[in-house]
């Protein structure tokens, strides 16, 4: 008889979540010992099978599976009935993670998903298991845990996989350092005893970050005390909005307001735009307003979350490099030119 779900893990699950860290935890950071992953780039996902059905549910709480009927239809070939599963959905183009194809999955009609499955497949990344057999393993160590979803996943072919995972510093530093040219974003750093507790940041993040160059052709707030940086890139011949900075600590918005000048003339952006089109800041409003300057150089912190039209998160505004030509700037590797 098959195995069905354990109470308290039937869908929607909680995860597990990290806080944000600025360098790699050391090794004795965490109960039991340090464990470094990968922090793929993708959409976080639980992967549940019961029975006959297999099913992927977003962080949020969202019923993924008829996004991903390839994951789906891999689950319910190759998971036990009674299996839950913690990790990250993605898709691959070449030797790099794309993140705009496995954004296209959500906003593709459910005809043509089938067909976009097969020549664009999905993978699920699995990190972690919180049931198996129908028994709730959750207040295991990770250790124990991870040792189940090794065993578990000894068999997958195809588009289910293993997430890597290493105890040692120097691999997780050699990652750290080389996995971001694949789209990798960083490191997850877990405790080798610690339990699985939904809902808590009981995991560390650290994101590879680089520094580059934007014209800030606008800022949010008044010109001469600006809140935050409006960050452009020339795309496809035009200076294009590609994302916005954090808020400015009050010293930084002097400063910088100091080296700023109302705009003259034509301007390539607008007075008002959708507050989505700066990846989510202010998602409760409709419009944003746009204080347009006369464009200049600013040199911002980014993470690899780079779309090839914008950043998905936000920027860090590092210092305005007054002496550099809004012409020279170029976008990362990967942009439209």
């Known amino acids: 008889m098959s195995s069905g779900l354990p109470h308290g893990l039937r869908p929607p699950v909680k995860v597990a979540l990290a806080r944000a860290v600025e360098k790699i935890p050391r090794l004795n950071a965490l109960p039991g010992g340090s464990v470094y992953e990968p922090k793929w780039d993708g959409y976080r996902a639980v992967l549940s ?6 099913s992927i549910w977003s962080r949020q709480g969202k019923d993924l599976s008829r996004y991903f009927p390839d994951l789906v239809a891999a689950a319910a070939e190759q998971v036990p009935s009674g299996c839950v599963l913690d990790g990250e959905t993605v898709v691959w183009s070449g030797e790099r993670l794309d993140f705009s194809a496995l954004q296209q999955r ?4 459910t005809k043509a998903l089938t067909q976009l499955a097969r020549q664009v497949p999905a993978h699920f990344v699995a990190f972690d298991l919180l049931a198996v057999a129908g028994h709730d393993i959750r207040d295991q160590p990770l250790h124990v845990r991870r040792q189940l979803l090794e065993e578990l996943a000894k068999d997958w072919t195809e588009v289910l996989e293993l997430s890597p995972v290493t105890a040692d510093p120097e691999t ?21 005893a610690q339990p699985y507790e939904g809902g808590q940041r009981q995991w560390l993040k650290v994101k590879h970050r680089e520094t580059i ?9 008044p010109i001469d005390r600006p809140e935050a940086v409006v960050a452009g890139l020339p795309i496809e011949g035009e200076l294009r909005i590609v994302g916005r900075s954090a808020m400015l600590k009050p010293s930084a918005g002097k400063q910088l307001g100091a080296q700023l000048r109302p705009s003259a003339g034509e301007h390539p952006w607008p007075k008002r735009i959708k507050s989505t089109t700066l990846d989510r800041f202010n998602p409760g409003q409709d419009e944003t307003v746009l204080t347009l300057i006369e464009p200049i150089v600013v040199e911002v912190s980014a993470d690899t979350a780079w779309s090839g039209q914008s950043f998905r998160h936000t920027l860090r505004f590092l210092r305005s490099r007054p002496e550099l030509n809004v012409a020279d700037v170029r976008p990362p590797s990967g942009a439209g030119q």
């Open 172 to 192: 997780a530093a050699r990652w750290f350092e080389e996995l971001p040219a694949t789209g990798i974003e960083g490191l997850v750093v877990k405790g080798r």
């Open 213 to 221: 160059e934007v014209v800030c052709a606008a800022v949010i707030g």
């Open 49 to 54: 099978r019961e029975g006959e059905e297999a």
């Open 106 to 109: 959500l906003s593709t009609a």
